[in-house]
């Protein structure tokens, strides 16, 4: 059941001032929580549980009043929530004059505090969630496993299903966060964009969306191995929103998205959120103009090679390498790149020395870049693919084999 007490003061201030009648406010038991004379303010009201009982407005004349004690001339109406009377406004004059007000101050008073409730509800399922997550995130290895399985299994999260992870960075200034008017954890900003993201993200009981520190957000989605291109479409979606999201209320705050490939055991998300984590510290440190950034993207891993926090990114190279090695054009694509950045990315010249064509190098070129994503135009980008290629094992073995 809701409680007004907090702000009941606040409400009457407000009402009284546009209206300029007096106004009072009590709770189911009759004491008085709000009033525009502050001496009234804690004491018992006598006709509260005459209009609780009815559950209908009541008028007082200043004849009916006259005898009865702390009871002025006015309207009494009573405060509905849920179909339960949770107390009682008053407005404070010849009822003929106010009753034309009781209405809309009654019908607001309960928009407040449905509103209340509600926010108080979105309020206490964030701060489950995000306890969840930050005792999931401290999980070490020598652990007992047991007791994290039934702490996961209490709250709903099945282990074992495959999870994407996602990671909101939105720093909101000081002075652009909303007061917190409730005294609640998250202030009423910090709710709307936790529905806003649930409603971007999930789809059944394995998503979550959990606040981790101010301005930063955690999303584990639950995704199949094809489906990570629904999940980009999906990203930049969710881009297009945040930015709606802020510039509908006038908060200019430059987001950034994070995400990894999918995983399905505590420790592969925890480094998953770790390898985000220090993306998105490298691409605010330098100054990535793009929303959405993987932790396989080539500026990155790139940028990482000389950042003094590392990503973790032999996984993410050593998987390039895979698909390189899988692919059924593998040996001559190779080959074609390491000849192709040792001719200073020469097109001509790394044609003649690999005694091809050179549209047939590009053709082999092309391939790669579609295999990979990377930009062969960029020489951070191929210096880093070339020195992964040149020290892998793989690569070792048949390097004399290829580069003769």
């Known amino acids: 059941m809701p409680d007004i007490g907090h702000y ?32 009234r303010l804690g004491s018992h009201h006598i006709v509260t549980m005459e209009v609780t009982k009815s559950g209908k407005i009541m008028f007082f004349s200043k004849e009916q009043t006259a005898g009865l004690v702390n009871v002025l001339p006015g309207i009494a109406a009573p405060l509905s929530f849920q179909q339960e009377t949770v107390g009682v406004l008053g407005l404070i004059g010849d009822p003929a004059t106010v009753e034309r007000y009781v209405k809309f101050v009654q019908s607001h008073i309960e928009m407040l505090l449905i509103k209340n409730f509600r926010s108080k509800i979105v309020a206490s399922q964030m701060e489950t969630i995000r306890d969840f997550i930050q005792r999931l995130l401290i999980y070490k290895d020598d652990e007992n496993f047991r007791r994290i399985q039934n702490y996961c299994e209490m709250h709903g999260f099945a282990l074992g299903v495959s999870r994407c992870c996602i990671l909101l960075d939105i720093p909101f200034r000081i002075d652009q966060t909303p007061s917190n008017e409730n005294s609640q954890t998250f202030n009423q900003t910090e709710q709307d964009l936790f529905l806003c993201l649930t409603k971007l993200f999930i789809d059944n009981e394995q998503d979550i969306v959990a606040p981790l520190t101010t301005g930063q957000w955690l999303i584990l989605k639950h995704v199949n191995s094809d489906d990570m291109i629904s999940l980009k479409e999906r990203l930049n979606y969710a881009s297009d929103s945040l930015r709606m999201f802020l510039r509908n209320r006038d908060l200019d705050s430059k987001f950034m998205l994070s995400y990894s490939g999918s995983s399905s055991t505590i420790g592969a998300i925890l480094q998953s959120y770790e390898q985000l984590r220090k993306a998105l510290v490298i691409a605010r440190r330098n100054n990535f103009q793009q929303s959405i950034v993987s932790i396989d993207d080539w500026n990155l891993l790139s940028l990482a090679l000389v950042e003094e926090i590392k990503l973790p990114a032999k996984q993410t190279l050593d998987s390039y390498i895979e698909k390189l090695n899988s692919h059924p054009n593998g040996t001559a694509l190779i080959k074609s790149f390491l000849v192709y950045c040792e001719e200073q990315l020469n097109m001509s010249q790394a044609a003649r020395k690999l005694y091809i064509h050179r549209n047939t190098l590009s053709y082999r070129l092309q391939q790669l870049q579609q295999l990979l994503n990377i930009d062969l135009h960029s020489f951070k980008q191929c210096m880093l693919l070339y020195l992964v290629l040149k020290q892998h094992e793989h690569v070792h073995k048949f390097e004399k084999l290829i580069l003769q």
């Open 8 to 39: 009941a003061q606040s409400i009457v201030e407000q009402f009284s001032s546009i209206l300029d009648i007096p106004i009072s406010i009590t709770d189911k038991t009759g004491m008085i929580i709000g009033s525009t004379d502050i001496n």
